[in-house]
């Protein structure tokens, strides 16, 4: 009976451990470096965009757009940003896009009083600590 007992505590426990090692995981995966090839040599930091924290907020179509002839925006589903915003169909660059969305959003919040990301530069672009890089 002892031996049962001490089996079911250690299959609980590996079942808790592998539960906590998925959250981990999953939420790791919800950082996101918007790092581009368009964007080297980079002048700053790249950022690191808290996808989990705008998914449930904003409508996905905001950023993941794709409008077509007639202006109506479809979505774009695994297209990447810079296979429009390239520089090279009179668009404006991943760059511009990136500053126009995030900001551009978090003003507006600013502007009714509400919680909202970063403004300025280096709260997106921060540095890493030489601590940090380890």
């Known amino acids: 009976m002892r031996m049962n007992n001490k089996f079911l505590l250690i299959a609980a426990f590996i079942?808790?451990?592998?539960?906590?090692?998925d959250f981990v995981v999953?939420?790791?995966?919800?950082?996101?470096?918007?790092?581009?090839?368009?964007?080297?040599?980079?002048?700053?930091p790249v950022v690191k965009f808290?996808?989990?924290?705008?998914e449930n907020k904003i409508d996905?179509?905001?950023?993941?757009?794709?409008?077509d002839k007639y202006g109506v925006n479809n979505g774009s589903e695994g297209e990447s940003c810079t296979s429009c915003?390239?520089?090279?169909?009179?668009?404006v660059s991943i760059e511009e896009a990136y500053h126009i969305q995030c900001i551009g959003c978090h003003r507006i919040l600013l502007r009714k009083g509400l919680k909202?990301?970063?403004?300025?530069?280096?709260?997106?672009?921060?540095?890493?600590r030489k601590s940090e890089k380890q």
């Open 15 to 21: 079942v808790f451990l592998c539960s906590v090692v």
């Open 26 to 44: 999953l939420a790791q995966d919800e950082i996101i470096e918007l790092n581009h090839r368009e964007l080297e040599p980079h002048q700053r």
């Open 50 to 54: 808290p996808h989990a924290l705008h």
């Open 60 to 67: 996905c179509i905001r950023c993941h757009h794709d409008f």
């Open 85 to 91: 915003h390239n520089g090279k169909k009179g668009l």
């Open 116 to 128: 909202t990301g970063p403004v300025q530069c280096g709260d997106c672009h921060k540095k890493i």
